[in-house]
């Protein structure tokens, strides 16, 4: 690629790019600055925001247990739901890479699709689904599995399913796209040397699909961490997540700075684990990648 | 050793799939299952069927004026996400030059940044700027939102091609703009198109950041749909998402003859 790529006119790429760029410094940047300068402002129940700054609203995130026992439960959902896509989504996508041509693009559809229908519209066929009359608790109780309708809608066990339903492709996307880097013959050989289908799996097909498996759960993490029309719908008001925290804090307490503080968080964490995890992936996982 | 081939999937991985595809697709066939019972809740199993809950649609302006909404912001949105994506990515993909790589983080930043902290931001700068409300303000934020999948997909073209062509109309006289428009944008248009579509569904489709935003005014489809579900449990929620899932349905038809919806979806050329 670096052959083909113009040395002349300095200038070209940036006029090129102007239009993005001037869209994006006016209407990206500068909304995110104005937030985080918020994020420091003083708030008064009664007299709303005041024009002194400090980092109260910070303070009172990290001191205040009910903010962090949010945060924290918020981290622990979306945890769960990566792991949960993980132990689905991998051996899923080597099934895939396993069937004939035909079938992998009909089941790529079917299960890639879903990433293009409205998360609203799922979340509402979940929550069809999950209620105490609803068609999972049927099923459950016709098979003698349960006695009661267990409650899977406003709790936090039916948020975690219905968002790993959500973020499942993520993980597949990168599995597969690991996976296209493998040379296939690898596992022939590692059976025919005599390895059972598990030391294959482990020894063998892991350790090469691990960049994929931890890039796919950086990025269903850091979804799941922000997700909030799932939580909101399926959680409702008992299952609290940073996501709708946020929307109270401006909708209902209209405490903008602590929102706003809220959300500076929220994206530095987000930040973080993405770079964190990108840094680490790259660091071990070199020789795999070179 | 059996001689069983190790390249096909064994019972176990195909009972598997099979239970994994049954969870993939419940909730979107639950869905348009429910669209058709004639009862005033939500519950499966039925016994009536009935187009009830389409006809209700007709009688909830709204969700009608909330669709238009949907669609003029989508079209608007993706057309300008595509404008400036386009020249962005013919510069990422031709040029070296000092800040490339920053450029790239910055354009493709609004999928790192979550959607929720997108939605205070516009709505605090909203705000400031008096602009809430505002259909334009609207499309413009949506804009920058989709800008990325434009981006990515337009990459995809121009790093994919040949520039034999292109060489040779400059060789024999054709002028940059010439060769642009003649050689090179012809050659990359199904990328351009196929990323123009994927930013309008993915505007179309967009919740998070909306509800943030939106007013009476400027609710979109989404929105309402949210809020519909979000308060009371209304069948006509149903129907619409049917008609949701069929009209995705119909753009993955039109994506996968485009450009192939693997490649869509996977982003690989």
Redesign the interface.
Known sequence: ??S????TS?G???L??L???A??LA??A???V??AI?SFNAFDGMRGIQQSYGFGNYLEILLDGYYREIFLRTGGMALAVTLICIV?GV??T??LA??KPVWR?T???????????????????????L?S???VN?VLRGLGLVDEPIRLLFSMTGVIIVLT?VF??FMV?AV??AM?RLDGQI??AA?SL?AG?FTTFRRIMLPQLMPGILSGAIIVF?LA?????TP??IGGRRVKV??TT??DE?FNSLN?PL??AI?VL??LA??LI?VGCNRLVERRFKQVFA | ?SGRD????GPL??I??AL??V?????????ML?SLSDKEY????FDGMSLRWYREILAAPELISAFWLSIWLGLASATLAT???V??A???A????FG?DG?MA??M??L??????LG??????FS?MEWTGSFVALV??H??TV?PYS?RLTLAAV?GLE?DAETAARSLGASRAVAFRRILLPLILPGVAAGWVLAF?QS??E??MT??VATPGTTTL?VA??NR??QLTDPV??SV?TI??LG??A??FIL?RMVG??RV????K
Do not use: C
């Open positions: 690629m670096a083909s790529t113009h040395q300095r070209l790429p940036w090129l790019s239009p993005a760029l869209l994006f209407l990206l500068i909304p995110l104005l937030t918020l689905l051996p899923e080597l099934i396993k069937m693009g089941f790529f559809v079917v299960i890639l699709g879903p990433l293009l229908i409205s998360v609203v519209v799922r979340t509402l066929g979940w929550s069809v689904l209620g009359q609803g068609v049927t339903h499942l492709p996307i597969w796209s296209q596992e022939h059976r005599g289908p850091a961490a922000s997700a909030y029309a909101a719908i940073v996501a946020l929307y401006f903008w929102g706003a959300a929220l994206l987000n930040i993405i | 050793m190790i390249s096909r999937n991985a195909l598997f799939h994994l595809t969870f993939i697709l419940a909730p979107l066939v639950v869905v429910v939500l519950s499966m199993p404008i400036v994506a020249p962005a013919l510069a990422i031709r040029h070296r030059f490339r450029l910055f354009l930043s609004p790192m940044i979550p959607h929720v902290v205070v931001a516009f709505l605090r700068f400031i413009l934020v804009a920058i800008v981006l790093i520039r569904i179309f489709d919740v998070t509800i943030f989404p749909l949210y579900i979000s929620t149903t998402s949701l899932i995705t349905m753009f993955m996968d919806l693997d979806l996977i982003g690989k």
